[in-house]
């Protein structure tokens, strides 16, 4: 019940764009920040994309900058990854993540989603 559900993942060609997206259920995410972290075969898990509670304010790790936009929609419970110019090194499984909030608010994540990017 308590979970992330993460949705629009698959696969692209270079340059393409997608569109992910992480409902949550079961808790409210509209008061903390929410993250994106992606990990490659072999690779140790990278934070992508940050968002604050409001939406104001967002960070990106600078191999997406320029590329990816996160945004959120608190009415929804709902924080989305837009791509686009997607290349062959942004393959991986993508994981919504909602970060530690105060006593109550606990470290969670979605099962992932797989983003392959391949001619």
């Known amino acids: 019940q308590v979970q992330l559900v993460e949705s629009g993942g698959g696969l692209v060609q270079p340059g393409g764009s997608l569109r992910l997206s992480c409902g949550a259920s079961?808790?409210?995410?509209?008061?903390?920040?929410m993250t994106w972290y992606r990990q490659a075969p072999g690779k140790e898990r990278e934070l992508v994309a940050r968002?604050?509670?409001?939406?104001?304010?967002?960070n990106y790790a600078d191999s997406v900058k320029g590329r990816f936009t996160i945004s959120r929609d608190n009415s929804k419970n709902t924080v989305y990854l837009q791509m686009n110019s997607l290349k062959p090194e942004d393959t991986a499984v993508y994981y919504c993540?909602?970060?530690?909030?105060?006593?109550?608010?606990?470290?969670?994540w979605g099962q992932g989603t797989q983003v392959t990017v391949s001619s």
């Open positions: 968002i604050s509670g409001t939406g104001v304010f967002t």
């Open positions: 993540n909602a970060p530690h909030y105060g006593v109550g608010a606990p470290e969670m």
């Open positions: 079961g808790f409210p995410i509209s008061s903390r920040p």
